[in-house]
Every structure is written in structure tokens, then in C-alpha cells.
């Protein structure tokens, strides 16, 4: 199932391994077979980039994720958000062909599908 990138969503830029914020959607020639949007990075750096550059961040849209990660993700709600149960939930995850990083301060973020 293909997400539908919309203006604002958190993106995960892969070649610069950052997060984005999309801006705009950019217009396209007749030959390309991608969009293409324009995206802001961490560091207020603007990114033209075509839809295989950059993954959704489905943290903020989770209710669109299958119910098999929408339930691991439910398991880990209630626990202490710490460095064990982050690991414990990546593995799940990496298990069932998804991704996240996370901060220090054991803040998930960047949830893609591998």
C-alpha cells in the first residue's frame, strides 16, 4: 500500500539519514515517472527530492500502519520509554519489516518501512 505524501508530513531523508518537514509538492515534467517535493531538513536546508529519497515518518500516522505493527506499538505505549524497551521494540518491528531511530533522550522517531 502506497501513503499518500502530504504537505507538513515528517519525512526521513535517507541520503542525509535527517528529518524533513515537506513544504511543497513540485511541479513535474510530463516524462518523470515520481513526484517530486520540496523538503526542509533539520537544519533549515532545502532538498528537492523525488519520493524514493525519503520515507514518511508514520509515527504521526500511525492509524495507517497494518494492525500486526499497530499492535506492537500498543504493547510499548505503556512502558517506560528507556533504551531496553526501545531495543526490545525495534527488534519486534525489524522482525515484521519496519524501522525507527531514536533519540538520547529515548524519544522514538523515523518510523519506515525497511
Do not use: C
Request: hydrophobic share 40%.
Amino acid at each position: 500500500m502506497k501513503i499518500e505524501v502530504n504537505i507538513g508530513d515528517t519525512v526521513w531523508i535517507k541520503k542525509s539519514k535527517m528529518l524533513g518537514i515537506v513544504r511543497i509538492q513540485m511541479e513535474r515534467e510530463p516524462l518523470e515517472t515520481e513526484l517530486w517535493f520540496e523538503i526542509m531538513d533539520e537544519n533549515g536546508k532545502l532538498h528537492h527530492l523525488p519520493e524514493s529519497e525519503f520515507d514518511i515518518d508514520m509515527f504521526s500516522r500511525w492509524e495507517e500502519l497494518p494492525e500486526n505493527i499497530q499492535a506492537i506499538l500498543q504493547k510499548y505505549a505503556d512502558e517506560d520509554e528507556s533504551y531496553e524497551n526501545l531495543a526490545a521494540m525495534l527488534l519486534e518491528m525489524e522482525a515484521e519489516g519496519y524501522t525507527f531511530e531514536y533519540y538520547l533522550t529515548a524519544e522514538p522517531y523515523a518510523l519506515r518501512k525497511i
